[in-house]
C-alpha cells in the first residue's frame, strides 16, 4: 500500500506542537530533523483535510515572521520506499559515555547499554539535541544523588525513564498527558524488558511522592510554570535535568527555578537548545 510523505519545514519552537498535531491527524509517524518534520500518513487517510489543517499552521506561524519560513512538500510512497524511508532516519546513536539508542530492527553491539527506541508518533528518539543532552546530564549527575526515585515528566517515549532504570534508580516513574505517548512508552517498555517502571497517564499531579532526580524534556514555558512544582517534589539536595528551552530563553528558566529554591550547576548548550541541571539547595 502506498503511503503520503508530508514534508513540513519549521521553527525549532513549534515541533512539539507540529508533532502533537500530526498524531492528532492520523499520522503513522514522524521524524524530527532539522528544521522539519518529515510525517506518513496511509493512502486512504483525508489528504485534503490534512494538508488544509497544515496550511492553517502554515499561515499562524509564518504571520509571527520567523527566521524559517514553513513550507509544506507532499509525495506518495510505494510501500518499500516508505519503510525505508523511515528506517533511514532512525540509525543507532551513540550519546554520552555509556548509551546507545537504536530502533527495533538494528542488533545491539559493543559494551553500551541499549536503549531500544520504536517511536510511534511519540517524541524521543534520541536523535533530538534535547534528548541527548537530558541523557548525558542524567549520566552526568546520577552519582551524586541517592539512585532511589527518578521522574521522567513528560516521558514520550519512555526513553529517560528507561535510561535512569539503566543508571541504577530502584524506583523509576514516567507520566505523559499525551495518551500516544504512553502507547509508545508501553511498547518500548517492553522492548527493553523495563517493566520495573511505573508508568503513568498524566501530570506530575498524577504522582506521589519526592524523587532524587526529575527529568522535564519539555518546553520554556512549561518549564516556567511547573518549576515550583518540580523543587518541591525534589529531596534535599535531589536534582533536576530540564530541557526543551531554546538559546535566549535560559536565563526565564533559570530565574523561575530559583525564585523556587532551585540553584542551576549546569547549562549544556547543544545546537541551538540549551539544558539544565539543577540542584534543590
Not at 526565564?252 to 529554591?261: D, T
Request: hydrophobic content about 45%; proline content about 5%.
Amino acid at each position: 500500500m502506498p503511503y503520503h510523505q508530508i514534508a513540513i519545514t519549521i521553527p525549532e519552537q513549534f515541533k512539539d506542537p507540529l508533532l502533537r498535531k500530526l498524531a492528532e491527524l492520523g499520522s503513522l509517524g514522524s521524524l524530527d530533523q532539522e528544521h522539519a518534520i518529515t510525517a506518513y500518513f496511509p493512502e486512504t487517510a483525508p489528504l485534503s483535510s490534512i494538508l488544509g489543517e497544515l496550511q492553517v499552521v502554515s499561515l499562524l506561524v509564518n504571520a509571527a515572521e520567523h527566521d524559517i519560513p514553513v513550507r509544506i512538500e507532499h509525495s506518495l510512497l510505494p510501500d518499500a520506499d516508505w519503510n525505508e524511508s523511515w528506517k533511514k532516519g532512525l540509525t543507532s546513536i551513540a550519546v554520552g559515555e555509556r548509551f546507545t539508542v537504536l530502533p527495533p530492527w538494528e542488533q545491539p553491539s559493543g559494551s553500551r547499554i541499549p536503549l531500544i527506541i520504536d517511536p510511534g508518533m511519540a517524541f524521543g528518539t534520541g536523535h533530538h539535541e534535547t534528548t541527548r543532552s537530558c541523557l548525558v546530564l542524567m549520566e552526568r549527575y546520577a552519582g551524586a544523588v541517592r539512585a532511589e526515585r527518578f521522574l521522567d515528566l513528560g516521558t514520550g517515549t519512555g526513553l529517560l525513564a528507561m535510561a535512569a532504570l539503566a543508571l541504577g534508580f530502584r524506583s523509576v516513574f514516567a507520566v505523559d498527558t499525551d495518551p500516544l505517548a504512553i502507547e509508545a512508552s508501553r511498547r518500548n517498555i517492553v522492548l527493553n524488558r523495563a517493566e520495573k517502571i511505573e508508568l503513568i497517564e498524566g501530570g506530575i499531579d498524577q504522582v506521589e511522592g519526592d524523587f532524587d532526580m526529575i527529568a522535564a524534556n519539555l518546553i520554556s514555558g512549561t518549564l516556567v510554570q511547573l518549576s515550583g512544582e518540580i523543587a518541591s517534589r525534589l529531596v534535599p539536595g535531589g536534582i533536576v535535568i530540564m530541557s526543551g528551552i531554546l538559546k535566549g530563553q535560559d536565563d526565564e528558566v533559570v530565574a523561575a527555578a530559583e525564585n523556587c529554591g532551585l540553584t542551576c550547576i549546569e547549562r549544556l548548550v547543544d545546537g541551538k537548545w540549551v539544558s539544565l541541571a539543577c540542584r534543590r539547595v
